[in-house]
């Protein structure tokens, strides 16, 4: 490691542990080559459809034991 990245990291080492991880993730995402800058947008604008289909009482939802039993019959089958 060089000695100007060892002088970075001394650095944030002493930042506080919330800005230590988003200075991460910052530094993650600047290695990610090729994404598409586009898919985040999508997720988001898709969280948001279905935020509201949930707020609205349009999309059908269902109780963790009726999930969870629905996954066991499931499970039992195979």
Request: proline letters at 4%; zero cysteines.
């Given at each position: 490691m060089s000695t100007r990245a060892d002088t970075i990291l001394g650095t944030a080492l002493t930042?506080?542990?919330?800005?230590?991880?988003?200075?991460?993730?910052?530094?993650?995402a600047s290695l990610e080559e090729g994404e598409d800058t586009g898919v985040e947008a999508a997720w988001a604008a898709e969280i948001e459809k279905r935020i509201?289909?949930?707020?609205?009482?349009?999309?059908?939802?269902t109780s963790w034991e009726e999930a969870r039993a629905r996954i066991r019959a499931t499970l039992a089958k195979s």
């Open positions: 930042l506080p542990a919330d800005e230590r991880a988003w200075l991460a993730a910052e530094l993650i509201a289909e949930v707020d609205s009482g349009e999309a059908e939802t």
